[in-house]
């Protein structure tokens, strides 16, 4: 097979360990012309609003931006499923021309006499960037007439990237936070930030923190109750699993309520483990160590034994890694060490130059590490570096497919939960059932043909 060249003004993005010193390019806007991985900004703050299950979720905008995150990330709630919904003013062409103020007037009243809410979100796109909409002043009026808090997302698709999207949903969660009442709350308590219940994932770890004696105020976002968020503000530490959507508020937190920040991850036995100790240790206290270490010794002694079957058909083989944020590649990374399996690609669509840094440190030799790739670039290096695995999400499927290989979807779709320890073995399962599928065989023999007639094709044309 032939392959592709890398896009010049994509080349600082890419990195192969060992080859040059470290200095990747990151945090910066898609290279114009390159079918960028990364979702919009509206998307960013979708996805980290939209598990708040007792809110009106309202997209200001064409129909298209609501299906295109319709039930996203499918997070689970314990009750209301009210974020499931995907309303939208629906724009036409009309509205584009006079204004849509009117039309997310009349829905915000309908749909909150309908519903009741305890809060409602109304996320700008891009086209009421473009045609100037006072989406602020329609929540402020709406706040007034109802006492339902309107609060607008400042998502606007088209001015920056999904990481800008998360600012913006975080903008918005500040204005619920300190509003509420935070009598009664332990001083052994902690928020669980950046984990979105997805396939009830929070609830995994919401119980292992219970079991070590500790309180969880609020779940932000994943299951996340408005009231919760409101009275968060009183928890003694805010624990940071995905750190590129919830670290700003985190840090707003900080700065005003003097709560400090710990980041964790949920995925892999080493780093589900850590979360928990790094937990105990903040809170100092000596029942919550020893329920910490008893869980640990007890869920690892149950999960360590089961996954030795599936590693004996996985080791040597070879996985590429492409996630949202950075830090989770690097728990992917050493899952897969766990598995016996090798990473050979490694990369996401919003780290920064600390995460890459630590990204390099953890890879082997000859890894390549990607800043908002593209399918192209995905596809050439999977071929080159010969993987048997990508993990990553719905838009990284269908290379996988195409190519022959084995995928795992660690995002959006997944049903199964793959956090904490019974996660891990979720992974090894899925991992271990996708990589010795027997479908590859047929599709690396279609690959072969394919190949074959391709690089005849360009023989001829080199020789005509
Ligand atoms: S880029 Fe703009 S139009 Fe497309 S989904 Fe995002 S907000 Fe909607």
Known sequence: MTTT????????????????????????QSVAGSVSQRA????GSRVVLYPIAD??????????????????????????QLHRMSFSTDLQEKDVIYGGEKKLYQALVELIEHYRPKAAFIYSTC??????????????????????????????????????????????????????????????????????????????????????????????????????????????????????????????????????????????????????YDVAEYLNDKTVMRNTQNLVRDEVSKLVPQLRKYKKDLKGKRAAVYTGGAFKALSMIRSLRTLGMKTVIAGSQT?????????????????????????????????????DLLIGGVKERPIAYKLGLGFCDHNHERKIGLAGFEGMLNFAKEVHGTVTSPVWKLAALHRKDVWSATSRQHRQGDES
């Open 5 to 28: 060249d890398i896009l010049e003004g994509r080349k600082a993005h890419i990195h192969e360990k060992g080859a040059v010193p470290f200095n990747i390019a990151c945090e910066k």
């Open 40 to 43: 919009c900004v509206f998307c």
């Open 55 to 80: 809110a009106l979720h309202v997209i200001h905008g064409p129909i298209g931006c609501a299906a295109y995150t319709w039930d996203i990330r499918g997070a689970w709630s314990s009750g209301p």
């Open 127 to 276: 086209i009421v960037g473009l045609i100037g909409d006072d989406v602020e002043a329609i929540c402020r009026r709406i706040s007034a007439e109802t006492g339902v808090e309107t609060i607008p997302v400042h998502s606007e698709g088209f001015k920056g990237s999904k990481k800008d999207g998360y600012s913006a949903a975080c903008n918005a969660l500040n204005q619920l936070v300190g509003t509420g009442d935070t009598n009664g709350i332990s001083p052994l308590s902690i928020n669980i930030l950046g984990d979105f219940n997805i396939a009830g994932e929070t609830w995994v770890i919401k119980d292992y923190y219970e079991r070590m004696g500790v309180e969880v105020v609020a779940t932000i976002t994943g299951d996340g109750r408005v009231d919760d968020i409101r009275r968060c503000h009183g928890a003694a530490l805010n624990v940071v699993q995905c750190s590129g959507s919830m670290t700003q508020l985190a840090t707003m937190m900080k700065e005003k309520y003097g709560i400090p920040i710990i980041r964790a991850s949920y995925f892999g036995i080493e780093d589900m483990s850590k979360a928990l």
């Open 351 to 387: 780290g920064n130059q600390q995460d890459y840094a630590r990204l390099q440190e953890l890879s082997d030799e000859g890894t390549i590490i990607l800043d908002d790739t593209n399918p192209l670039e995905l596809a050439k290096f999977l071929e080159e570096k010969k993987a």
